[in-house]
C-alpha cells in the first residue's frame, strides 16, 4: 500500500472514529474512553507485540503533564 494510500486510510479512520465518539458524547464518557483504550491497546499489541505497546502506553504517561490540585476550605 502507497504511503499516500496509507493516509488517506487513516484519515478515514480517524474520522470514523471521531463521528461515533461524537455520536456517543452524551454516554458515559469515562466508559467510551476506556473502551477505546481497550481497542488501541488489543490493536498496537497484535500490530507491534506486547513489549514495544508497553513502551508506547508508557511513553505515553511520561508525556502527560501532572498538574497539582492544592484542595482549600473555604470558612
Known amino acids: 500500500m502507497s504511503e499516500k494510500k496509507l ?9 470514523i472514529v ?6 456517543l458524547k452524551h ?7 476506556a473502551a ?7 490493536i498496537y ?3 507491534l507485540g506486547l513489549e514495544q505497546t508497553q513502551d508506547l502506553f508508557q511513553a505515553m504517561a511520561d508525556s502527560m503533564d501532572v498538574i497539582e490540585v492544592e484542595k482549600i476550605t473555604l470558612h
Request: net charge negative; proline share 0%.
Open 45 to 47: 499489541i497484535n500490530q
Open 27 to 33: 454516554e458515559d464518557q469515562m466508559a467510551l474512553s
Open 18 to 23: 471521531s463521528k461515533f465518539a461524537y455520536e
Open 36 to 42: 477505546l483504550m481497550v481497542a488501541a491497546k488489543t
Open 7 to 15: 493516509r488517506k486510510s487513516e484519515n478515514e479512520l480517524l474520522t
